[in-house]
């Protein structure tokens, strides 16, 4: 059973004054409209769209600030003062989404759309409906003259999905004093699913796994196909890829992974969930292990993994091929690291004739475990909303740019107030949509949210 279906569906009921949805929404709108793409779109115009909002609000100039490394690479860094009883809170979105094809969608991925209870556009769920919610709280914060005990500070980056200019991590290396705080609430990650119509848990994500490509090529003196031999480039890449897919990596648990397992096992139940008590117990018993692993996403969430994405090999269909290469493209937890996993994919094969480099050599980044008071907060923030919902911490299986925050000694936690259908996700993908009202609710989670982490 999938993440479970015992939990009976919530209704949500909360008092969002229709200003503040119809605020939300043109906020929401105008950045779907700015193309962010990496080929095409400008990050900057959209960090200016919003910078114009702050002015207009009576921020001051000297807290609104749009900068980057490249004319439209901007990011949006904007400070609400505090009383400064206690060290900022960061709140970081991304504003620079996947590529999009008109050709591949049913309608204009840069033309916001309503219909039939969703709103459609590039970026919907990742991440400008939560760019969105932040700046619509900030202002409606600014508005209702909210005074924290702590600065808040708003990060509207580029460069998060792809590009040669990541915005995050150029904040942190050339103006950290900009975004040094006391911990990091990320929007690009977490969030609420259904499953059947039914609120299965909300996920606060406080470790993710580590991109690592590694390429593996066979290179071979060839020959004329008439005259075919087993030392073949290919028959050594291939075996060597039947070996990977062969192996699995041992369990590598931490204290995020962990809790997920221990809270995910009440909710799931059954042989699944005892699967899951037992590996946060003992992690290294084969049977619960074993059945844990044939479900994708729980494998991934108890190891490192690595599949091969890319294959290229030979020259002509007559000849015998001089090269073979294949991209094997790795997820590392926490706690593990490239040169580990590169003598493991090497014992592996255990074939001289192939030999394995990494792409671009990567830093994992810590887990960020929870503090039981954060836990809290947002436990209360989510039940006011959404009564019975159990928050459970996760693991993210890919990438987000809170791995920059957490390497700079930052906890990051991934949080969103956002319910996606976990059998429709489209994040990335064709018609890219949010429902509208796990729009409106997710703004207003966020509003209570950094109310009581504010104070």
């Given at each position: 059973m999938r993440l479970g279906l015992?939990?009976?569906a919530s209704t949500c009921v909360f008092a969002q004054l229709p200003k503040e949805r119809e605020r939300a929404r043109d906020v929401f709108?105008?950045?779907?409209?700015?193309?962010?793409?990496?080929?095409?779109g400008d990050n900057t115009q959209a960090a200016e769209a919003m910078a114009a909002r702050f002015r207009a609000a009576g921020f001051p100039p000297a807290d609104i600030q749009v900068l980057g490394p490249n004319p439209h690479k901007g990011n949006l860094v904007v400070r609400y003062r505090g009383t400064g009883a206690a060290k900022p809170i960061l709140f970081i979105g991304h504003l620079d989404v996947v590529e999009a094809r008109r050709e591949d969608w049913s309608f204009d991925p840069f033309k916001f759309l309503e219909k039939d209870g969703y709103f459609y556009g590039r970026g919907a769920e990742d991440d400008k409906s939560g760019d969105a919610a932040l700046v619509a709280n900030f202002l409606r914060l600014k508005e209702e003259g909210f005074q924290p005990d702590r600065d808040l500070i708003l990060a509207l980056t580029s460069d998060e999905e792809g590009g040669d200019y990541n915005g995050a991590a150029w904040l942190l290396h050339t103006h950290r004093d900009?975004?040094?705080?006391a911990f990091c609430v990320n929007t690009d990650a977490g969030g609420g699913e259904f499953e059947h119509g039914r609120r299965i848990a909300l996920s606060v994500q406080a470790a993710e796994k580590t991109f690592q490509s590694f390429k593996f090529e066979v290179k071979n003196k060839g020959g004329h196909s008439s005259l075919p031999v087993p030392d073949n480039a290919i028959y050594h890449l291939a075996g060597s890829l039947d070996a990977i897919q062969r192996y699995a990596f041992p369990v590598l648990l931490n204290p995020v992974s962990r809790g997920f397992f221990d809270r995910m096992s009440a909710i799931v139940g059954g042989q699944e969930g005892s699967d899951m008590k037992a590996v946060v117990q003992t992690p290294d018993l084969?049977?619960?292990v074993s059945r844990l692993s044939k479900i994708a996403y729980l494998n991934a969430m108890l190891r490192t993994t690595c599949v091969p994405t890319m294959l290229q090999a030979g020259d002509a269909e007559n000849a015998l091929p001089q090269d073979a290469v294949a991209i094997v493209n790795c997820r590392l937890v926490p706690g593990d690291s490239a040169q580990n996993v590169l003598s493991a994919l090497t014992h592996t094969v255990h074939d001289m004739q192939v030999s394995i480099t990494?792409?671009?050599?990567?830093?994992?980044?810590?887990?960020?475990?929870?503090?039981?008071?954060?836990?809290?907060?947002?436990?209360?923030?989510?039940n006011s909303l959404w009564p019975g919902v159990p928050v459970v911490p996760v693991m993210e299986t890919g990438a987000t740019d809170g791995k920059y925050f957490r390497l700079a000694g930052i906890p990051t936690y991934?949080?969103?107030?956002?319910?996606?259908?976990?059998?429709?996700?489209?994040?990335?993908?064709?018609?890219?949509?949010?429902?509208?009202?796990s729009f409106f609710e997710g703004v207003e989670f966020y509003y209570r949210l950094m109310h009581a982490l504010a104070k």
């Amino acid at each position: 059973m999938r993440l479970g279906l015992l939990l009976l569906a919530s209704t949500c009921v909360f008092a969002q004054l229709p200003k503040e949805r119809e605020r939300a929404r043109d906020v929401f709108v105008e950045l779907i409209e700015i193309n962010t793409t990496d080929s095409a779109g400008d990050n900057t115009q959209a960090a200016e769209a919003m910078a114009a909002r702050f002015r207009a609000a009576g921020f001051p100039p000297a807290d609104i600030q749009v900068l980057g490394p490249n004319p439209h690479k901007g990011n949006l860094v904007v400070r609400y003062r505090g009383t400064g009883a206690a060290k900022p809170i960061l709140f970081i979105g991304h504003l620079d989404v996947v590529e999009a094809r008109r050709e591949d969608w049913s309608f204009d991925p840069f033309k916001f759309l309503e219909k039939d209870g969703y709103f459609y556009g590039r970026g919907a769920e990742d991440d400008k409906s939560g760019d969105a919610a932040l700046v619509a709280n900030f202002l409606r914060l600014k508005e209702e003259g909210f005074q924290p005990d702590r600065d808040l500070i708003l990060a509207l980056t580029s460069d998060e999905e792809g590009g040669d200019y990541n915005g995050a991590a150029w904040l942190l290396h050339t103006h950290r004093d900009l975004v040094d705080a006391a911990f990091c609430v990320n929007t690009d990650a977490g969030g609420g699913e259904f499953e059947h119509g039914r609120r299965i848990a909300l996920s606060v994500q406080a470790a993710e796994k580590t991109f690592q490509s590694f390429k593996f090529e066979v290179k071979n003196k060839g020959g004329h196909s008439s005259l075919p031999v087993p030392d073949n480039a290919i028959y050594h890449l291939a075996g060597s890829l039947d070996a990977i897919q062969r192996y699995a990596f041992p369990v590598l648990l931490n204290p995020v992974s962990r809790g997920f397992f221990d809270r995910m096992s009440a909710i799931v139940g059954g042989q699944e969930g005892s699967d899951m008590k037992a590996v946060v117990q003992t992690p290294d018993l084969p049977g619960p292990v074993s059945r844990l692993s044939k479900i994708a996403y729980l494998n991934a969430m108890l190891r490192t993994t690595c599949v091969p994405t890319m294959l290229q090999a030979g020259d002509a269909e007559n000849a015998l091929p001089q090269d073979a290469v294949a991209i094997v493209n790795c997820r590392l937890v926490p706690g593990d690291s490239a040169q580990n996993v590169l003598s493991a994919l090497t014992h592996t094969v255990h074939d001289m004739q192939v030999s394995i480099t990494p792409l671009r050599p990567e830093v994992a980044g810590p887990a960020s475990p929870i503090p039981d008071d954060f836990m809290k907060i947002l436990e209360s923030s989510s039940n006011s909303l959404w009564p019975g919902v159990p928050v459970v911490p996760v693991m993210e299986t890919g990438a987000t740019d809170g791995k920059y925050f957490r390497l700079a000694g930052i906890p990051t936690y991934g949080v969103s107030g956002f319910f996606y259908d976990i059998d429709d996700v489209r994040a990335h993908g064709r018609d890219e949509r949010i429902g509208a009202e796990s729009f409106f609710e997710g703004v207003e989670f966020y509003y209570r949210l950094m109310h009581a982490l504010a104070k």
